[in-house]
């Protein structure tokens, strides 16, 4: 099986609204929020959710380098064969969060990394050519289920060290 680590911001993990924008880094040995959407599809695929770390996406935006250090030794620690930051969808912050980590992480631990969100998040412009980026409907949009089955096709292909040229340019932006 392959390991999967998962990264959410303090809503997609459940953690309330708003109010918990600022809760710090932290972390379940279980796939909660989007990553129970997930497991079916990635047990398909021999894959396996080791891990959710979470963060609130404001804390993020306040303590970008800490809280990139602290996921980078997280996920160092974990050993997981591949991270998924998201699904964004068309939050802002955690677009944001998702795609500063992804490349932080493809940078500073030699596990790749990617993040999904949707076309309407500012941070698909900023980071689709710098990570991949699969797509994601907005909040709830249609399309959510195939998006979620494409984010676990992406992380076997990379956790398999596979080449993911001809499902980017199916599944990316």
């Known amino acids: 099986m392959k390991k999967v680590l998962l990264i959410l911001n303090h809503v997609q993990a459940g953690m309330g609204s708003d109010e918990n924008a600022h809760i710090p880094p932290a972390g379940k040995k279980t796939a909660i929020g989007p990553g129970k959407m997930m497991e079916p599809f990635l047990t398909n695929l021999g894959g396996e959710i080791i891990a959710t770390l979470y963060c609130g996406d404001l804390y993020y935006k306040d303590n970008e380098e800490e809280v990139k250090k602290k996921f980078v ?65 907005k909040k709830g949009g ?16 990379l956790a398999n060290n596979e080449n993911v040229d001809e499902l980017k340019n199916k599944v990316c932006f």
């Not at 939050?91 to 980590?101: C, D, H, K, Q, R």
């Open 73 to 137: 030794a997280m996920v160092k620690k974990l050993s997981p064969d591949v991270v998924v930051c998201g699904p964004a969808l068309h939050y802002p912050n955690f677009g944001e969060m998702a795609g500063g980590l992804a490349e932080e992480i493809n940078n500073n631990s030699g596990i790749p990394a990617f993040a999904a969100m949707s076309v309407e998040n500012p941070g698909t412009e900023k980071y689709k050519d710098r990570v991949i980026v699969v797509k994601t409907p």
């Open 142 to 157: 249609i399309g959510l289920n195939e998006s979620i089955e494409n984010i676990c096709k992406m992380a076997i292909k």
